[in-house]
């Protein structure tokens, strides 16, 4: 089973939410070669609950997972910006992922972030799987707070993005810490649009289709991570198209028909 831990649904939380275009990102997923994703979506993002609704109107339930008719299953999940600095990533049932992000409603502006320690002491109240992602990126602070409490996350993003551009202090860094915290590390590719897919996957021995279970195979171990040779190609041209795109749309163009209309052609 091929899993990428760390995705978007949409180019960018500001921009509006196009069902044309998550639905080409989640089919260049599928192209891409991956079974399954966790969509951790920016908590403060603009119609954080209408994607969600989108893809629970268009999807079959399997387990935790919504799976599309491409056969791509989709583990609901969001990135929560924390006070300290950083990200932090969550996985669960679509339901659980709905209400925190409701129960944070009143924390998503900057400068109203929760501290890592109450925003765990919220994750720990839902059947969800909490993670850091990214957790050396600058300006990020969570690997500075006490073990005690990063030893309340349940894994660490190995991120695609910043492998690409620099790996040896990337891999350095996040094993080093997952070794300290005893907690597991696996990958994800951060990407807003899918030309970043596939740089960066968690490959797993077999197949799950619940929270508790990926869980289970993470603790245990039963998966490999697997660095794409063209990673650091494809993450450059990633963010030349994401900043493309987003300044067709401050020009008052039509970014998503832009996009698609390129790929038909």
């Known amino acids: 089973m091929r899993l ?16 044309v275009y998550t639905d080409w990102l989640f089919d260049e997923a599928r192209r891409a070669g991956l079974d399954a ?31 599309l008719p491409n056969g ?18 969550s996985v669960g049932p679509l339901e659980a992922i709905l209400e925190l992000n ?17 925003l765990m002491d919220l994750f720990e109240q ?26 309340r996350l349940n894994f660490l993003d190995l991120n695609g993005k910043d492998m690409a551009l620099d790996r040896e202090r990337t891999q350095r860094l996040t094993y080093d810490l997952g070794q300290t915290l005893n907690i597991p590390v696996v990958s994800g590719s951060d990407t807003h649009q899918a030309v970043q897919y596939g740089c960066i996957a968690t490959c797993f021995e077999g197949t799950f289709d619940t929270v508790e279970e990926m869980h289970r195979e993470i603790r245990a171990g039963r998966y490999e991570i697997q660095l794409a040779d063209s990673a650091a190609f494809q993450v450059r041209t990633a963010c030349l198209l994401k900043r493309s795109l987003k300044e067709i749309y401050a020009l008052g163009g039509d970014y998503v028909a832009v996009l698609t209309k390129a790929v038909s052609a």
């Not at 908590?43 to 339930?61: H, P």
């Not at 791509?72 to 990533?89: K, Q």
């Open 126 to 151: 839902y059947p969800v799987l909490v993670g850091c992602g990214h957790p050396y990126r600058a300006p990020g602070h969570v690997p500075e707070l006490p073990l005690e409490q990063l030893k």
């Open 4 to 19: 990428d831990f760390h995705t978007h649904g949409k180019l960018a939380k500001k921009l509006p939410f196009s069902t």
């Open 72 to 89: 791509l299953r989709i583990f609901p999940g969001m990135e929560t910006d924390v006070a300290e600095g950083g990200h932090i990533l």
């Open 102 to 118: 409701h129960q944070l409603e009143p924390y998503k502006g900057k400068g109203k972030f929760l501290p890592f320690e109450k």
């Open 37 to 67: 994703l966790c969509l951790t979506e920016h908590f403060n993002t603009l119609q954080f609950s209408d994607l969600y609704g989108y893809l629970a109107s268009k999807s079959r339930r399997v387990g935790d997972t919504l799976e």
